[in-house]
């Protein structure tokens, strides 16, 4: 098992900047590809963001491209998303995730979810 949770939402305005966190707790977290998902209301959760075991791989949905960035401290056992030029669209609840393998831009690939942190961007 391993347990996730997320940290750093906010309320920012429209060109500001956030920082997620998420920090694993129970199994290895170094053994877990880890991804960022997002939930608009009223829309399907999709795909943010993903880094491999080691830091060297990354994958970023088109929107977010150049936008955000992914990165993991595996001797802390967390794995963070830079927010920066954040739009009203990017408004969300955030969600971290582990997966031991598979393509990572789908959500079926992970096997453990955190609970989520609100992002809201005001224009």
């Known amino acids: 098992q391993v347990q996730l949770v997320e940290s750093g939402g906010g309320l920012v305005q429209a060109g500001g900047s956030l920082r997620l966190s998420c920090t694993a707790s129970g199994r290895t977290f170094s053994e877990y590809a880890m991804g960022w998902f997002r939930q608009a209301p009223g829309k399907e959760r999709e795909f943010v963001s993903a880094?491999?075991?080691?830091?060297?791989?990354?994958y970023y949905a088109d929107s977010v491209k150049d936008r955000f960035t992914i990165s993991r401290d595996n001797a802390e056992n967390t794995v963070y998303l830079q927010l920066n030029s954040l739009k009203p669209e990017d408004t969300a609840v955030y969600y971290c995730?582990?997966?031991?393998?598979?393509?990572?831009?789908?959500?079926?690939?992970?096997?453990?979810w955190g609970q989520g942190t609100q992002v809201t961007v005001s224009s």
């Open positions: 995730a582990a997966s031991s393998g598979g393509s990572l831009n789908f959500a079926y690939v992970y096997q453990y």
């Open positions: 880094i491999g075991l080691s830091a060297g791989v990354t």
